[in-house]
């Protein structure tokens, strides 16, 4: 059974720096993409940033130049380095994966993790 754990959410001040990691129970080398999204209360969910197989990467508007995703093949393991955090970011952070190419370009993940929370003060 494949199982992606989070873990490093916290509550910290505007302006501070988290980063979040996601742990599979499984090898993702070969996973297509893999991404985190968040969800602030009331609001929809978001796709934040995703990472594919061979490591480029795209981010939400929002967040560039702020946020890096990154993944540790060896470790199978996903992370997200969040700098300058606003209020705004305060959500619950999932991480996400696939391994099917025309899964992650029509935007489908088939595992999830659980989440972990992100609460940025001003």
């Known amino acids: 059974q494949v199982q992606l754990v989070e873990s490093g959410g916290g509550s910290v001040q505007s302006g501070g720096s988290l980063r979040l990691s996601c742990a599979a129970s499984?090898?993702?080398?070969?996973?297509?993409?893999m991404a985190w999204f968040r969800q602030a209360a009331g609001k929809e969910r978001e796709r934040v940033a995703v990472?594919?197989?061979?490591?480029?990467?795209s981010y939400t508007d929002s967040v560039k130049g702020r946020f890096t995703i990154s993944r540790d093949n060896a470790e199978n393991t996903l992370y997200l380095q969040m700098n300058s955090l606003k209020p705004e970011d305060t959500a619950m952070y999932s991480c996400?994966?696939?391994?099917?190419?025309?899964?992650?370009?029509?935007?489908?993940?088939?595992?999830w993790g659980q989440g972990t929370q992100v609460t940025v003060s001003s």
């Open positions: 499984v090898a993702t080398y070969r996973w297509y993409c």
């Open positions: 996400a994966g696939d391994p099917h190419y025309y899964n992650c370009k029509n935007g489908y993940f088939r595992f």
């Open positions: 990472i594919a197989t061979d490591g480029s990467t």
